[in-house]
Nanobody
Framework: QVQVVESGGGLVQAGGSLRLSCTVS????????MGWFRQAPGKEREFVAG????????YYVDFVKGRFTITRDNAENTVYLQMNGLKPEDTAVYYC???????????????????WGQGTQVTVSS
């Protein structure tokens, strides 16, 4: 059984930083694209960042480019999201997800990801 567990969320002031972690168990983690999504109250879940199986290719939505960095450690079955320069509009529940089909290109559609964590809350105060 595949388990996806996020951690690292919390409350931070605007301009601050957080690092989210996501650990996957129960399948071969290193073969697949991993993605981070977020969902704010009343809004749809949206793509934030994705990473290829080797970590060589990364993908970001425009509003986090230059502030967020996605990385992965296949030996530890873990993917990270380093978030710097946080803004109040970054407040959301952040989800980690695994795409069991793709290995190189991160799709931005949530429905293309098969395994999801429970999410971790990120709150940025102004």
């Amino acid at each position: 059984q595949v388990q996806v567990v996020e951690s690292g969320g919390g409350l931070v002031q605007a301009g601050g930083s957080l690092r989210l972690s996501c650990t996957v168990s129960g399948r071969t983690f290193s073969r697949n694209v991993m993605g981070w999504f977020r969902q704010a109250p009343g809004k749809e879940r949206e793509f934030v960042a994705g990473i290829s199986r080797s970590g060589e290719r990364t993908y970001y939505v425009d509003f986090v480019k230059g502030r967020f960095t996605i990385t992965r450690d296949n030996a530890e079955n873990t993917v990270y999201l380093q978030m710097n320069g946080l803004k109040p509009e970054d407040t959301a529940v952040y989800y980690c997800a695994a795409d069991s089909f793709r290995s190189e290109v991160a799709d931005r559609r949530p429905e293309e990801y098969d395994y999801w964590g429970q999410g971790t809350q990120v709150t940025v105060s102004s």
